[in-house]
């Protein structure tokens, strides 16, 4: 699994992405479909149009990573919709969590975070 402690960003590209792209290519989209930097201290998730295949690419100072999960069998991941001007999707952690799960990353019935105001 993704170590995420010095993750600052999770960005999913809309739509289906072909899984025979590299790195290259993912970094191509990230920078010129996504606008933004494949540099920074992101992941961009990718899926497939079967859904049952995603790639996430991540820099990890000196070079890229490529990871890459299949899933055996009739599973799916629950790969959001998204508006077609959509260039990316920003989710928290916990959403990418649910998305590895196999869960909707829009839960319904999910606690919501509270950031707790002190005076």
């Given at each position: 699994?993704?170590?995420?402690?010095?993750?600052?960003?999770?960005?999913?590209?809309?739509?289906?992405?072909?899984?025979?792209?590299?790195?290259d290519?993912?970094?191509?989209?990230?920078?010129?479909?996504?606008?933004?930097?494949?540099?920074?201290?992101?992941?961009?998730?990718?899926?497939?149009?079967?859904?049952?295949?995603?790639?996430?690419?991540?820099?990890?100072?000196?070079?890229?990573?490529?990871?890459?999960?299949?899933?055996?069998?009739?599973?799916?991941?629950?790969?959001?919709?998204?508006?077609?001007?959509?260039?990316?999707?920003?989710?928290?952690?916990?959403?990418?969590?649910?998305?590895?799960?196999?869960?909707?990353?829009?839960?319904?019935?999910a606690?919501?975070?509270?950031?707790?105001v002190?005076?």
């Open positions: 699994m993704i170590n995420l402690k010095n993750i600052d960003n999770i960005y999913i590209a809309p739509g289906y992405t072909d899984m025979r792209k590299s790195i290519s993912c970094s191509a989209i990230v920078q010129h479909s996504m606008y933004l930097d494949p540099f920074s201290k992101s992941i961009f998730i990718f899926c497939n149009k079967k859904k049952n295949t995603i790639q996430i690419l991540e820099w990890d100072g000196n070079g890229f990573w490529l990871h890459k999960k299949k899933l055996i069998g009739k599973d799916k991941f629950r790969w959001p919709k998204c508006d077609e001007k959509m260039t990316s999707l920003l989710i928290d952690k916990r959403q990418l969590e649910w998305l590895l799960d196999g869960l909707d990353i829009h839960q319904k019935y606690h919501h975070t509270m950031t707790p002190i005076i």
